[in-house]
T-cell receptor, first 116, second 112 residues
């Protein structure tokens, strides 16, 4: 199966600082990647769709200036949580699919963000 | 908007027993997918169903897609401790641009 690598797996940062999370497709090109947020014992909440070479599409209620997404190449998307606050603490997961009719998603390992 | 509902949210099973988790969409789906997330892990793709009435099996797991392509089920027979985790269904519609709409998930706990 396809491999998606996400880094870092865990990060602790101080309130007010920014954190960058990387998502890479290792063995396929991904024109589209997705960023999710997951609270404990809850489902995945889609935050935004990351499109290579264009602006990300954010879901309703997600602040685009707070969660900056850059999809600079066909294998890399980054999510930057700017001016992080304790309420931003969560599990962030990216996914990518091969595209076309192949919509099954391959997920990164996730990033556990703790803002103190 | 499209909603995918999944029940039960929690399933406590004795080892060796069977159980089923159900998924229902408010709109017709182009396909439905199932994922498993182990505690502390990330979702892992299990299967995709595309055709109306489709049934697929993976060892002790049986996946069904309804005739109307709005509901699906996952049935696990002879549950083992390795089946522990949360099972999510995720629906895709033709106009969703590949976005997955996840159900709430069924958290499965298995007791020996």
């Amino acid at each position: 199966g396809a491999v998606v690598s996400q880094h870092p797996s865990r990060v602790i940062c101080k309130s007010g600082t920014s954190v960058k999370i990387e998502c890479r497709s290792l063995d396929f090109q991904a024109t589209t990647m997705f960023w999710y947020r997951q609270f404990p014992k809850q489902s995945l909440m889609l935050m935004a769709t990351s499109n290579e070479g264009s602006k990300a599409t954010y879901e309703q209620g997600v602040e685009k200036d707070k969660f900056l997404i850059n999809h600079a190449s066909l294998t890399l998307s980054t999510l930057t949580v700017t001016s992080a606050h304790p309420e931003d603490s969560s599990f962030y997961i990216c996914s990518a699919s091969r595209g076309g009719s192949m919509t099954e998603a391959f997920f990164g390992q996730g990033t556990r963000l703790t803002v103190v | 908007g499209q909603q995918v509902m999944q029940i039960p949210q929690y399933q406590h099973v004795q080892e060796g027993e069977d159980f089923t988790t159900y998924c229902n969409s408010s709109t017709t789906l182009s396909n439905i997918q199932w994922y498993k997330q182990r505690p502390g892990g990330h979702p892992v793709f299990l299967i995709q169903l595309v055709k109306s009435g489709e049934v697929k099996k993976q060892k002790r797991l049986t996946f069904q897609f309804g005739e109307a392509k709005k509901n699906s089920s996952l049935h696990i027979t002879a549950t083992q401790t390795t089946d522990v985790g949360t099972y999510f269904c995720a629906g895709v519609t033709t106009d969703s641009w590949g976005k997955l709409q996840f159900g709430a998930g069924t958290q499965v706990v298995v007791t020996p």
